[in-house]
Nanobody
Framework: QVQLVESGGGSVQAGGSLRLSCAAS????????MGWFRQAPGKGREFVAA????????YYADSVKGRATISRDNAKKTVYLQMNSLKPEDTATYYC?????????????????WGQGTQVTVSS
């Protein structure tokens, strides 16, 4: 069993920045990938970014490409999402996801564990 704890959400004005963190604990000996998804009210969960743990390969949604950076700290088993130039449309609950086997990084159904979510609100 893997536990994921997200932090770093909050309220910012458009153009601001936030860094989200997600710490994994428990059975994390075989991490394949970790990712971030988001869900706005009334909408489905959408892919934001993912990182393949061993190689550091990263993937981004077009909507955040150039504004977001996903990174990892293997010693801390933590993944980060740096979001810059935030827009009101980035407002959502952001979820961390963990996958222990080879997966399609952009597909939410491929991940094994999920965090509780952290709220990001961007005001205009």
């Amino acid at each position: 069993q893997v536990q994921l704890v997200e932090s770093g959400g909050g309220s910012v004005q458009a153009g601001g920045s936030l860094r989200l963190s997600c710490a994994a604990s428990g059975g994390t000996s075989s991490t394949y990938a970790m990712g971030w998804f988001r869900q706005a009210p009334g909408k489905g969960r959408e892919f934001v970014a993912a990182i393949i743990w061993s190689y550091g390969t990263t993937y981004y949604a077009d909507s955040v490409k150039g504004r977001a950076t996903i990174s990892r700290d293997n010693a801390k088993k933590t993944v980060y999402l740096q979001m810059n130039s935030l827009k009101p449309e980035d407002t959502a609950t952001y979820y961390c996801a963990y996958g222990s086997r080879r997966l399609l990084p952009r597909s939410s159904g491929e991940y094994d564990y999920w965090g509780q979510g952290t709220q990001v609100t961007v005001s205009s």
